[in-house]
């Protein structure tokens, strides 16, 4: 699992592209206008690890999801 940050320019994300392979699949998190992306330590360990368990396949469908909040 590889965290970078890049600009999105003419409609393209540019990154440092010695940070991700060719061909890789990546997921984008916008921030919005002066809106920030912050997280302690603890918070972005536990992304990062979330992020670990779905490239695995252990995820939720939508309907898992839902009926977890409606079941509250």
Do not use: Q, W
Not at 5 to 10: A, D, F, L
Not at 30 to 43: G, I, N, Q, S
Request: charge should be negative.
């Amino acid at each position: 699992m590889i965290v970078t940050t890049g600009k999105v320019r003419h409609g393209t994300v540019e990154i440092d592209a010695r940070v991700i392979s060719e061909g890789a699949m990546v997921a984008i998190l916008a921030l919005e206008d002066d809106e920030t992306f912050e997280l302690d330590a603890k918070d972005e360990a536990n992304l990062l690890a979330a992020m670990v368990e779905a490239e695995r396949g252990e995820t939720l469908s939508a309907a898992e999801v839902l009926a977890g909040i409606h079941g509250r």
